[in-house]
């Protein structure tokens, strides 16, 4: 080939592919675009749906009465006749769904007392906005309007705010959440503030901070809610008996206490007694603490991950991790692999845990039959010796034959074939009930052809041809 042809169809070459490259961006924007005008048909059909569905609200909408109206949406009431913003019942029916209606009601109505209470129960306080100012004076009108929602109290009277009396009824008779509506200054109030974390100790969170630093309010409000802790003053963070007082409503308290007091062995007793997870939060020296270590592991055997790792090794825990699950084998010292009373336990409720038993205690008849008595399986993790006794195979075969693949091979060692290969299993069955044709493996032998004299068997014949071409190119 001249150079001249082959640097032509080199250049064919090149302009073809790139052909096939422009043809395949052609083919991706024709599918992007595609693609696109699917999506705007799609959202075209939805809008005009929307807007159908719309025109037929519209529809059924005139049909009704606006009694009917506001019972649907309570919004629909701004829109009302007057001589419906009057009517009680509908005023009920859309304050009932949302406090916010009594806006839209008639003058008679906002100035109703019944109706401005069930609107700050159900607008958490926010209709005392649309009422006469008169109403954020009156005592008793707030008292119950804080029984309705405490938050209505924001709306109250700044002078009611700042009567002591006031406030205290309000926390005795609806929360102590409203010591937080009170002014500043009651909030330096000693006895105001004692009288509110005996109600609920989040309410420490309200009180000035010098009450933050008194021992006694603290210690009142950690014993009713152990939260409390997070509002004290830092030098109280280390007080004995406060972190005492926490740690006995719960051991959540125990891990957010400083390093220094989880060092505490009355503490860490306590908080252990309460939930195995506290011993993550001990000090090295009592998670080492035998006493809080069997109490942990007495009641979740994953304590044994958290705990010390001198404590794997130990027999006594490691049968009552065991005892409870036999997973806590993972988690035990290799050494303890080889104890026959502690497999036992494990094999007893799960036979998997035979196969982290040691090399002896998997040559063990009794262990084995334990196991198989569970799954024909269990054979898999036997030793070579058990795996090797025709009567382990035969038990297991009986359950399952596939259980044959865990037994030492060959198992006929007399036989041509070992009872695992193909030919086999091929030459005890039937066979197929027709001929199928079959890909020919590499050195796999033609039985047909096999048995055939030597003229008659098949032969193919392959004739190569060999065709020659010279170009000759003239040169002027």
Known sequence: ???????????????????????????????????????KRKEKFREEERIQLLYKEMEEAKKLTWEQKVQREWFAL??????????RAVAISAI???GLALQHCS???QEDKEMILLACANSFGEALKFVDDSFLRERDFMVQAAEAHVQSLKYADIELREDADFIRECMEKASWLALGYADKDLLRNERLVLEAVRLGGLALRYAAKELHEDHY???????????????????LLYDLELAAAAVKHTWHAFACLPEKLRGDRHLAHDAVVDSWCALKYCSAELRADREL?????????????????????????AMIATRQNPEALKLLAPELMADRELIVEAVRQDWRAWSMASVELRDDEELLKMAMDQDVHALEFASE??????????TAMRADWVAVQHGVQPLFPEWEHDGLSHPYWISITAGPGKEVRRRKRPGFKDR???????????TTKTTVVTTTVTTTTEST
């Not at 064919?12 to 675009?33: D, L, T």
């Not at 942990?296 to 010390?308: F, G, N, P, R, S």
């Open 385 to 394: 010796r058990l795996k090797a006794e025709i009567s382990n195979i035969n």
């Open 448 to 458: 047909k052809n096999d048995d055939l004299p030597e003229p008659c068997k098949r």
């Open 1 to 39: 080939m001249s150079a001249m042809e082959a640097r032509r169809q080199l250049a064919e070459r090149k302009a073809k592919a790139a052909a096939e490259v422009e043809e395949e961006k052609q083919k991706k924007e024709y599918e992007r675009r595609e693609k696109e005008r699917k999506k």
């Open 107 to 109: 003058v008679d109505i």
């Open 78 to 87: 701004e829109f009302a006749p007057p001589e419906v913003k009057d009517d």
């Open 217 to 235: 309010i603290c210690l009142t409000a950690v014993k009713q809610d152990w939260r409390a802790m997070q509002f004290v003053a830092k030098k």
């Open 96 to 98: 009932n769904q949302s």
């Open 293 to 317: 270590a069997r109490e942990a592991v007495q009641q979740c055997w994953k304590a044994l991950e958290i705990m010390d790792p001198a404590f794997l090794s130990d027999r006594e825990f």
